[in-house]
T-cell receptor, first 113, second 109 residues
Framework: GAVVSQHPSWVICKSGTSVKIECRSL??????MFWYRQFPKQSLMLMAT?????????EQGVEKDKFLINHASLTLSTLTVTSAHPEDSSFYIC?????????FGPGTRLTVT | TQLLEQSPQFLSIQEGENLTVYCNSS?????LQWYRQEPGEGPVLLVT?????EVKKLKRLTFQFGDARKDSSLHITAAQPGDTGLYLC?????????FGKGTKLSVKP
């Protein structure tokens, strides 16, 4: 099966700092990757669609200047949470698209203090 | 706007019981996926159904796609504690997935 990794798996940062999360497709090339956010006991909320070599497409209500997405290669997409605040604390999950299916990474738990 | 409604939201059963989770929409989907997610982990793809009326089996799990491709069901036979988790249905086209709110299943020994 397709394998997607995320790094780091958890991170604690201070308010006002920036955090970068990496999403890699390990055994296939993904022209499209997705970033989701999940609050406790809730379903996944799509934040943005990341396309290799082009600008990401953000969902309504998601600040593109706060959540910077870069998809520089066919196997790597990054999400940078800039000037993080406690309300940005959440579980961030990426997925890579292949053959009509999405394969998810293990998630990154971000805690902003 | 496409929406997927899952029911029930919560389900607590004893080991050995059967259960069915439903995923309904007023929209047609080109495909529908079922995922299982455990706390602190990403969702794991269980199955993809693409043809109206399709039935797929994965050991004790049976997945069905409605004839009109607007709804799907997941049936678990003789549930085990290891089946505990959040079950998510997701429908989509062209890669974009819309997720249901999930069904949190707890199977007690």
């Amino acid at each position: 099966g397709a394998v997607v990794s995320q790094h780091p798996s958890w991170v604690i940062c201070k308010s006002g700092t920036s955090v970068k999360i990496e999403c890699r497709s390990l055994d296939f090339q993904a022209t499209t990757m997705f970033w989701y956010r999940q609050f406790p006991k809730q379903s996944l909320m799509l934040m943005a669609t990341s396309n290799e070599g082009s600008k990401a497409t953000y969902e309504q209500g998601v600040e593109k200047d706060k959540f910077l997405i870069n998809h520089a290669s066919l196997t790597l997409s990054t999400l940078t949470v800039t000037s993080a605040h406690p309300e940005d604390s959440s579980f961030y999950i990426c997925s890579a698209y292949r053959s009509y299916e999405q394969y998810f990474g293990p998630g990154t738990r971000l805690t902003v203090t | 706007t496409q929406l997927l409604e899952q029911s029930p939201q919560f389900l607590s059963i004893q080991e050995g019981e059967n259960l069915t989770v439903y995923c309904n929409s007023s929209s047609v989907f080109s495909s529908l996926q079922w995922y299982r997610q455990e706390p602190g982990e990403g969702p794991v793809l269980l199955v993809t159904v693409v043809t109206g009326g399709e039935v797929k089996k994965l050991k004790r799990l049976t997945f069905q796609f409605g004839d009109a491709r607007k709804d799907s069901s997941l049936h678990i036979t003789a549930a085990q504690p290891g089946d505990t988790g959040l079950y998510l249905c997701a429908g989509g086209s062209q890669g974009n997935l819309i997720f249901g709110k999930g069904t949190k299943l707890s199977v007690k020994p």
